[in-house]
């Protein structure tokens, strides 16, 4: 659990969310490679990355 200041929560959901950004790419790149299918869905600490028709998206 967050404890710190609410300006430093943000600050971390941000980061979080572009590093999110990333493995959606990676995981495009992935599924590229045609070997086979993941779950379709990871979730972490506030963020969501789900598999649309357009790929891998942060939510």
Known sequence: MFTGR???LAA???EAT???EVIA???DE???LGLGQ???RI???GIEIR???QGWRVR
Do not use: C, H, N, Y
């Open 6 to 8: 609410p300006e430093d």
């Open 43 to 45: 979730t972490g600490a």
């Open 18 to 20: 572009v590093k999110a």
């Open 38 to 40: 993941t779950s379709g």
């Open 25 to 27: 790419r990676l995981l």
């Open 51 to 53: 598999r649309g028709e």
């Open 30 to 32: 992935i599924d590229a």
């Open 12 to 14: 971390a959901e941000a």
